[in-house]
Antibody, heavy 120, light 107 residues
Framework: QVQLVESGGGVVQPGRSLRLSCAVSGFTFSNSAVHWIRQAPGKGLEWVAVISYDGSITHYADSVTGRFTISRDNSKNTLFLQMNSLRAEDTAVYYCASQPPRTMEYFDFWGQGTLVTVSS | EIVLTQSPATLSLSPGERATLSCRASQSVSRYLAWYQQKPGQSPRLLIY???NRAAGIPARFSGRGSGTDFTLTISSLEPEDYAVYYCQQRANWLWTFGQGTKVEMK
């Protein structure tokens, strides 16, 4: 079955960096765009970043542009999010989510999330 | 940026009752609207895509309708496992946005 498993979360000081990973199985990873979506404690969902199926196209929310970098390794079925210059407002559960091939409109599978806490 | 506004914020209903959730877009999204269910401590689950298509494995009591700027998610008869937060979501260009959520709680 389809699985997306995030890892790499933890407690980090403001201004520092963290790298999240998302290991994917159960579907052809190299055919699908994948996203990072976050949820601050007790809040709603916020889209963060997307990367195309081949990694050639990336886009970011304004709130993370210039600080976060999304990437993927199709040979290892893994998605990454490099987060630099972290701020308290980046504290959230970070989910990776996939899109079905040939559509950009919605997210069909989600991981269980990894918690990032930015605090001194 | 297209803003999605969900109403009500909270819906208090008893099992077996009908739930009607609304999502309004600040400009037309055609039929490209999705709905997700999120239970406490869990990740969101896709319920409905393209306004009215149920995702795989979603019970028939969940239905979606609408187009343009006004959309509705209906749960025809609430089951105990349906108490959760529901989010609508759309994409415009390279920006995906969610509504703020509607919590369906047990009355």
């Amino acid at each position: 079955q389809v699985q997306l498993v995030e890892s790499g979360g933890g407690v980090v000081q403001p201004g520092r960096s963290l790298r999240l990973s998302c290991a994917v199985s159960g579907f052809t990873f190299s055919n699908s765009a994948v996203h990072w979506i976050r949820q601050a404690p007790g809040k709603g969902l916020e889209w963060v970043a997307v990367i195309s199926y081949d990694g050639s196209i990336t886009h970011y929310a304004d709130s993370v542009t210039g600080r976060f970098t999304i990437s993927r390794d199709n040979s290892k079925n893994t998605l990454f999010l490099q987060m630099n210059s972290l701020r308290a407002e980046d504290t959230a559960v970070y989910y990776c989510a996939s899109q079905p091939p040939r559509t950009m409109e919605y997210f069909d599978f989600w991981g269980q999330g990894t918690l990032v806490t930015v605090s001194s | 940026e297209i803003v999605l506004t969900q109403s009500p914020a909270t819906l208090s209903l008893s099992p077996g009752e009908r739930a009607t959730l609304s999502c309004r877009a600040s400009q037309s999204v055609s039929r490209y609207l999705a709905w997700y269910q999120q239970k406490p401590g869990q990740s969101p689950r896709l319920l409905i895509y393209d306004a009215s298509n149920r995702a795989a494995g979603i019970p028939a009591r969940f239905s979606g309708r609408g187009s343009g700027t006004d959309f509705t998610l209906t749960i025809s008869s609430l089951e105990p496992e349906d108490y959760a937060v529901y989010y609508c979501q759309q994409r415009a260009n390279w920006l995906w946005t969610f509504g703020q959520g509607t919590k369906v709680e047990m009355k």
